[in-house]
């Protein structure tokens, strides 16, 4: 079927089976491996990409279901050269070992701070809780949560608007 | 690398539309709204749907409403959506409660009160509540709706009163005066499905217990009730006593299997605590909203 996807602010068409899940389009239909794909189960949250905003289990979403909304994966993260202040945090304060639950983490931090700029430990905690850092490195992720919210990384809004380009003018851009 | 067997797409426009959709298809057909439940089952080819129906465009499926006696919940509220409403927390703390500990805040996000009814897990905290509350489900095929009581909403594991060509559409928990519930659950880990679980209502009238539902989860009774307790603490005067009395009758009524989430012996201890512990809660809350 046609998916159409809006993905970091680009619109992407891709041919594919209604079953893809949104972890496999994102990964081998657009090259965007940066969104891993660990359990499948909707355990870990490795997969954790933002829908209009909101984090949700890639592994657990068809390509499909997600026609008509944004997706911002961690590649989005970044606008312009400039990391975002969630990034820089992770950077800042230690915040991964091997790096597998990064991507997820950022995201969800992202979304924390868009909804509460001034999160506690306790809030962050909550909100990560469902993602699994296998190296056990949480205090130095919530650490770096904080370094981002305690430079004002609240209320950004990551990532341009949907469709403000097609996957085709970007590419022209690239060129 | 899970993926589930093919499959036909549809997304549905409007509840009259996936109704049209469902039509004809018989088993073969499943709703999907988060998808939390059923994708999961579908990789293990638990179930093996030919066409799978996106109700997500369904937004009158989506609400939460004061409606006078009456609370009435969309079947696509999202488990987020009940944990922050305060509507929710206000009416019914027990919801408020059990979201708390169902799942994690990014399942939380996509997952529905309609589609954990459905799944009708015997683990399931919102069934629980449910019947705790004597509530009732609408739903709707193409010839209209019809409304049933939880007990009969119940078929089993896995297994409920929605055929295959209908789709459950909204929840309605009755108001009463003098109200307070609350709920108490017991998981190996953060996000799990309970070992065990209680969740009470009480309805308080001149200091006396008026009536009350008391609920279990994944401790196998067939509706879910714990009747002999209820029986024992309708029309009485709470007190501690009264409180472990009940406990002691919903653990002897119970019965719970051992497997890998803890042996009967320990689930029929977490019960007679559980159901102590949140009875209790819920009488204090009812004290509370009265005063306040």
Known sequence: MDVTLSVNGIEYQRDVEPRMLLVHFLRDELGLTGTHWGCDTSNCGTCVVLIDGEPVKSCTTLAAMTVGHDVLTVEGLEQDGRLDPVQQGFMEEHGLQCGFCTPGMMLTARALLDANPDPSTDEIREAISGQLCRCTGYATIVRSIRWAAERGAGGNGAGPAAGDRTEAQEQEVGS | MQVPAPFEYARATSLEHALELLAGHGEDARIIAGGHSLLPMMKLRLVRPELVIDINDCADLDHIVEDGDTLRIG???????????DTIARLVPMITDAERVIADPVVRNRGTIGGSLCQADPGEDLSTVCDAMSSTVVIRGRDGERTVPMGDFHRGPYETAVEPDEILTEIRIPLRPGAGSAYEKVERRVGDWAIAAAGVAVWMRNGTIDDVGIGLTAVGL?????????DAVRGREPDEDLYAEAGKLAAEQCDPVDDQRGSATY???LTAELTTRALRRAVERARAARTA
């Open chain 2, 222 to 230: 067939d509706d879910g009730l714990a009747t002999a307790a209820q």
């Open chain 2, 75 to 85: 079947a696509l509220t999202r488990h987020a959506a009940l944990l922050a409403s």
């Open chain 2, 267 to 269: 689930k029929r201890h």
